[in-house]
């Protein structure tokens, strides 16, 4: 699951505020006995690991404090509350940023002050913010000068942070500059960092400039809202130009309705009907967290109202985080990788085949046929079969790319990519890949003695000439395998297809196909050869294209049709797409039925889903026929997906915990056939040369 890894923390002064929801914690005043209380609730609570806490002035309370918290894995030292209250006004406004020297001067010292108690509390962290804004009565003048005023205390801060770690012989905490809004309105912080492209170039500037590599920045999901970017908030994207410098996030809640009493950064919960944190939001934001693949704390900053429990707040946090955490969306991210088919099937090896061509295979290839070893029951379980017939009727189209199937290298490796696997049970293919299959199985045996076609069921497909685009689209001829041809290559079954047109001059030719259909399952029952029939009904757009309707009446009428034909029906499958009402669907035949996927989504989790719901839909759900869906998952590897498709097929898996299984199988075995045939390992093939 995702953040699984991540430090949970709970920002204490906010969480527990004082006794009856007074102040008392954030002046460092609270009783030794609410604090200690506070403590014992949430060992007990046994989720948070670390824990984010600010001064106690009384020296007896923070001693026993500070043993108290020696439990949590990580300690935080939060000087934002000190700098917000500025008790007694002795520090200009404008704190670490102020064009005062002298003002900066004594803003810099309160905070090494701090530091100094931050090391006595054992924190590994050290949290502030920048100071007031001046706002821009002289133009962005003054703004210029506070942010290198700015520069220079965050300077000074991360030199002594370094000095009294090495005098401590501890290491250095991590100096974490959290961002607030710009607005005077009551309820914010008008603060000089600010908008996060400026807070980001001030990181830049720590980091590369100044070589302070523990610098970096916090930001706050709540702030987003009150962070202005012209007259519209700051979005998800902006996480992602913040990455390299996230220390630290904080999840929280803002308003920014102008007539609720809670209006602006006010931590309101979770739950608070009119926060800006939406449970979709929350997910959204962990969602962008999860691509960059933030790795940091995750801080809870929740803060009770009037007659709300502290201990009630923290646990709706929980809930709402773990909500979010566990969508399915959350945990399907990329992040950084990407799959490259010709790291797992470089060129060399592809041309292998052509080589094998060339010299005439034919004799060769008919053996390997005839010999390959069948799975003894093939049809006693659930399967999960790869489509790979789209190219021969004129479908190379995945996305947005009109020929991206077209590649044959591409469309081949990504074939052979989830084959390789004990889970997937089989290929359906016309002839050309098929054959393109087998020998490269051949040469894998040359050099392994391994097969990866051995137990596998092989379907070949039939009739392709309906080409996509055409005229005559519904007149589909028998171009590719006929049944002999299948019985005497030694293939498990026949797959078939017919569209039923009804409205246009293209009917005829409708009726014809289901008539090819009908003669091909009779030869298939002479030779006890499973057919599975691919039955859709159809309408034409644009005078040219068809699409498939997918109404659940309208699949049930067309699978009536499928199975009555040839004579018998006893070595029927179907194959039928997914759709909304399918226990309807499915309950209108007793046939087995392979679910199709249909155009590639780019978004593996739309076809997860779909399948863990169809396979619920009724027993005679038998697995899947799928393709595109499989073969192209946008940048994710097809071998991690069909592990994950094969995970809900064959056992039952929710679409969750398929997930998880998917993003721990990217990039396994990508030296499969490299390190096999060529003898050649990933860390050269990856080069590129091959």
Not at 97 to 120: G, H, P, Q, T
Not at 438 to 446: C, M, R, T, V
Not at 512 to 539: D, G, K, Q
Request: hydrophobic residues 35%; glycine residues 8%.
């Amino acid at each position: 699951m995702a953040f699984e890894k991540n430090i949970k923390s709970l920002v204490h002064p906010m969480a527990f505020p004082g006794p009856r929801l007074g102040s008392s914690t954030i002046l460092g005043e609270a009783p030794e006995k609410y604090l200690l209380d506070s403590i014992k609730f949430l060992k007990k609570l046994n989720y948070f690991d670390g824990l984010e806490v600010t001064q106690i002035k009384d020296p007896e309370v923070k001693r026993k404090f500070i043993t108290a918290i020696k439990s949590f894995k990580y300690i935080t030292y939060t000087a934002e509350p000190i700098q917000l209250i500025n008790e007694d006004n002795l520090i200009d406004s404008a704190d670490i940023s102020s064009i005062n020297e002298l003002e900066r001067r004594n803003a810099v010292n309160r905070l090494k002050l701090y530091m100094n108690e931050a090391f006595e509390y054992g924190a590994r962290q050290f949290t502030f913010l920048s100071g007031e804004d001046p706002g821009t009565e002289n133009g962005s003048r003054d703004r210029k000068i506070a942010t290198g005023s700015l520069i220079k205390s965050i300077d000074e801060l991360c030199k002594y942070n370094k000095r009294i770690a090495k005098k401590l012989n501890k290491k250095p905490m991590k100096m974490t500059l959290e961002s607030f809004d710009r607005l005077r309105d009551s309820g914010h912080k008008n603060q000089l960092i600010g908008p996060s492209d400026e807070a980001r170039a001030l990181a830049v500037e720590m980091r590369n400039v100044y070589g302070h590599d523990e610098f970096g920045l916090m930001y706050d999901l709540s702030h987003m809202f009150l962070l202005r970017n012209g007259f519209d908030h700051e979005s998800m994207e902006i996480i992602k130009a913040l990455a390299p410098f996230l220390n630290w996030v904080h999840i929280a809640n803002s308003v920014s309705d102008k007539d609720d009493p809670n209006y602006g950064d006010t931590h309101v919960s979770m739950d608070y009907p009119n926060g800006n944190v939406t449970p979709e939001v929350l997910k959204d934001f962990l969602k962008v967290l999860n691509e960059i693949e933030y790795s940091e704390g995750i801080g809870f900053e929740y803060s009770p109202r009037g007659r709300q429990l502290s201990e009630s707040v923290i646990k709706i946090a929980i809930a709402g985080f773990e909500e979010a955490r566990q969508q399915i969306d959350v945990n399907y991210v990329l992040g950084s990788y990407r799959f490259k088919t010709r790291r797992f099937l470089p060129e060399k090896i592809f041309y292998m085949i052509t080589e094998e061509k060339q010299n005439s295979i034919g004799d060769i290839l008919r053996e390997e046929y005839k010999n390959r070893k069948r799975r003894a029951h093939p049809w006693d379980s659930n399967l999960v079969i790869i489509a790979a017939d789209h190219p021969a009727r004129r479908v190379t189209r995945v996305g947005s790319n009109e020929i991206r199937m077209g590649d044959r290298q591409q469309y081949l490796g990504r074939i052979v990519r989830t084959l390789i696997l004990d889970d997937v049970d089989g290929v359906m293919a016309t002839p050309d890949i098929m054959d393109e299959l087998f020998i490269l199985n051949y040469l894998l045996k040359k050099k392994e003695g391994k097969s990866f076609l051995d137990n596998k069921i092989l379907i070949g497909c039939t009739n392709r000439g309906g080409l996509y685009g055409s005229s005559y689209e519904m007149d589909d001829l028998v171009t590719a395998y006929n049944i002999e041809d299948i019985n005497a290559l030694n293939l498990d079954g026949a797959k078939m297809m017919f569209r039923v047109d009804l409205e246009t001059r293209q009917a005829r030719y409708s009726q014809r196909t289901i008539e090819t259909c009908a003669n091909m399952v009779r030869r298939c029952n002479m030779y006890n050869i499973p057919a599975f029939i691919e039955p859709l009904p159809v309408e034409r757009q644009g005078g040219r294209f068809y699409k498939v309707k997918m109404e659940p009446d309208e699949l049930i009428k067309t699978i009536g049709i499928a199975t009555a034909l040839g004579g018998s029906s006893s070595n029927i499958w179907l194959k039928i797409p997914y759709v909304k009402d399918y226990e309807y669907v499915v309950r209108s035949t007793s046939n087995p039925i392979l679910m199709l996927g249909g155009a590639s989504t780019g978004n593996p989790t739309d076809i997860l889903e779909e399948f863990e719901k169809g396979l619920g839909a009724g027993k005679n759900v038998k697995g899947c026929l799928v393709g595109r869906n499989l073969l192209y998952p946008g940048y994710d590897d097809p071998l991690a997906v069909a592990k994950a498709v094969s995970n809900i097929i064959h056992n039952n898996m929710s679409t969750e915990e398929a997930v998880r299984v998917l993003a721990q199988n990217r990039g396994k075995d990508m030296d499969f056939f490299t390190s096999k045939i060529m003898g050649i390992s990933l860390t050269n093939a990856e080069l590129g040369f091959l």
